[in-house]
């Protein structure tokens, strides 16, 4: 990592043949990656220039993809007043995964709750039968 870039600098190169962006804070050259992108190279080009930080996690990249992002480190990214402030994935990455981890739980509990009750009325009425002459 040799260069520091201001966000300024970086909205600069936005062109298919030179095209920077920011993930993390740091600086990527995607140009020589674009006609690669298995995601396609529109999307790339929409977030050149800019941090793209947020559409790069929210597609979940594969650990080879983030080597191939390693690949492509040109800087750090310097942040001076007045830039647009930094996108993180993680608090919704945090919340969601907790949130939705209580849902389950509750979940499994009422299965099990209905499982045992369906369980309880099945036995009830083999015993009445059995009683009945
Ligand atoms: C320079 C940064 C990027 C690199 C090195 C990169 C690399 C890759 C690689 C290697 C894949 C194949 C699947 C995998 O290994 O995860 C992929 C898929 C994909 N990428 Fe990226 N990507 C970058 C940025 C982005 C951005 C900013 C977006 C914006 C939304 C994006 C959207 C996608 C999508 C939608 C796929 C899935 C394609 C499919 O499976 O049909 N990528 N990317």
């Known amino acids: 990592m040799s260069k520091e870039y201001t966000y300024a600098e970086v909205s600069e190169h936005a062109t298919k043949k030179?095209?920077?962006?920011?993930?993390?804070?740091?600086?990527?050259?995607?140009?020589?990656?674009v006609d690669e992108h298995p995601g396609g190279e529109e999307v790339l080009l929409d977030v050149g220039g800019q941090d793209a930080t947020?559409?790069?996690?929210?597609?979940?990249?594969?650990d080879e993809a983030r080597e191939i992002l390693d690949g492509?480190?040109?800087g750090a990214l310097k942040r001076v007043a007045g830039d647009p402030s930094p996108k993180v994935a993680s608090p919704s990455a945090v919340s969601t995964p907790a949130s939705s981890t209580g849902m389950g739980v509750g979940?499994?509990?009422?299965?099990?709750?209905?499982g045992v009750?369906?369980?309880?009325?099945y036995n009830y009425l083999q015993t009445q039968q059995a009683t009945k002459p």
Do not use: P, R
């Open 18 to 33: 030179d095209l920077l962006m920011v993930i993390h804070d740091k600086v990527y050259d995607a140009a020589s990656f």
């Open 54 to 62: 947020e559409a790069f996690e929210d597609v979940g990249h594969s």
């Open 72 to 74: 492509l480190l040109v």
């Open 107 to 114: 979940l499994y509990a009422l299965i099990l709750f209905g």
């Open 117 to 121: 009750a369906a369980y309880g009325a």
